[in-house]
């Protein structure tokens, strides 16, 4: 059965919490099929809070320590989705 699995990652004060986030993107980059980043952008400022939508492969272990050191981070909340098909 093939799975399809998404983190979605909520960050609040982006502009602080990036790095961070970057660095354990960095760490498990082999598991990051898909990356969408999405925040408010007007003329005058961007938002401080960002979502990213990762589609993420490799073994459930894998995916559960990524998620755990995201959730470490201070701001930051995940939401994990997983499709399966046959």
């Given at each position: 059965?093939?799975?399809?699995?998404?983190?979605?990652?909520?960050i609040?004060?982006r502009?602080?919490r990036?790095?961070?986030?970057?660095?354990?993107?960095s760490e498990?980059g082999c598991?990051?099929?898909?990356?969408?980043?999405?925040?408010?952008?007007?003329?005058?400022?961007?938002?401080?809070?960002?979502?990213i939508?990762?589609?993420?492969?490799?073994?459930?272990?894998?995916?559960?320590?990524?998620?755990k050191k995201?959730k470490?981070?201070?701001?930051?909340?995940i939401?994990?989705?997983?499709?399966?098909?046959?």
């Amino acid at each position: 059965m093939e799975k399809h699995t998404i983190l979605g990652i909520h960050i609040t004060n982006r502009m602080t919490r990036a790095q961070d986030v970057q660095k354990v993107f960095s760490e498990f980059g082999c598991n990051i099929r898909t990356r969408l980043g999405l925040h408010d952008v007007a003329k005058s400022a961007c938002s401080p809070n960002g979502l990213i939508l990762l589609e993420i492969v490799g073994k459930d272990a894998e995916i559960a320590r990524m998620a755990k050191k995201l959730k470490a981070i201070k701001g930051v909340q995940i939401k994990k989705m997983v499709f399966t098909h046959p």
